[in-house]
C-alpha cells in the first residue's frame, strides 16, 4: 500500500468524516449549515476537532496548506459564530453566514478530494498529490459546484425561503 496512515491520520480522517456527513445532512433538510441545531453543533465540534488535529500531521515536518487551510476554517467558523452580533452589518448577516458555513465546508473537502485522489484504490491511487490531473479536476469540480450551492443559498435568503426553513427547528 503506497502512502500509509499515521495513527493520528487515521484519527483525523476518522474525525473528519463526522463533519462531512453532518454538513451535508444539514444542507438537505436546512439548506445550511445552522449551529443552533444538533447536528449543526456537530458539524461545528467535529469540524474544530478536524482542524486542530489536522496541526500534528505534515508529510513535511513543517507548516503546510492543509495547517492553512485548519487556521481559516477555525477563524471564519468562529466570525460566522459572532455575526448575529454585529447589528451594523444588518441584512447581509444571514448572506454572510450562509457564505461562512459553506465555505468551511467547501475547505474540509479540499484536502479531502485530494487525499482520497491520492491514496484510492490502494494499488493504483487515481491521483498523485494536488498537482496532479485527476485532483486539479475533481477540485474545480468542487469550486463550481460551491459557487452554484452559494448561489443558491444566496437566492433562498434573498426569498426569505431560508429563514421559513428553520423558523420550527426547535433550539437545541
Not at 12 to 35: E, M, Q
Not at 122 to 140: F, M, R
Request: hydrophobic share 50%.
Amino acid at each position: 500500500m503506497a502512502n500509509p496512515l499515521s495513527l493520528l491520520g487515521e484519527i483525523h480522517t476518522a474525525i473528519s468524516i463526522v463533519p462531512a456527513v453532518a454538513g451535508l445532512y444539514s444542507f438537505a433538510k436546512y439548506r445550511a449549515i445552522r449551529p443552533e441545531t444538533t447536528v449543526g453543533k456537530v458539524y461545528l465540534s467535529t469540524l474544530a476537532l478536524s482542524a486542530i488535529s489536522a496541526f500534528g500531521l505534515s508529510s513535511t515536518g513543517g507548516f503546510n496548506p492543509g495547517h492553512a487551510l485548519a487556521i481559516i476554517v477555525l477563524l471564519v467558523s468562529a466570525i460566522c459564530l459572532v455575526l448575529p452580533k454585529l447589528g451594523f452589518l444588518g441584512r447581509l448577516i444571514p448572506y454572510l453566514r450562509n457564505l461562512g458555513f459553506s465555505f468551511t465546508y467547501f475547505l474540509l473537502w479540499v484536502p479531502g478530494i485530494n487525499e482520497t485522489l491520492s491514496r484510492l484504490p490502494p494499488s493504483h491511487p487515481i491521483g498523485n498529490g494536488p498537482d496532479s490531473p485527476p485532483v486539479q479536476t475533481a477540485l474545480l469540480i468542487w469550486v463550481v459546484l460551491f459557487a452554484a450551492g452559494s448561489l443558491a443559498q444566496a437566492f433562498l435568503v434573498s426569498r426569505g425561503q431560508a429563514r421559513r426553513v428553520v423558523a420550527w427547528v426547535p433550539h437545541v
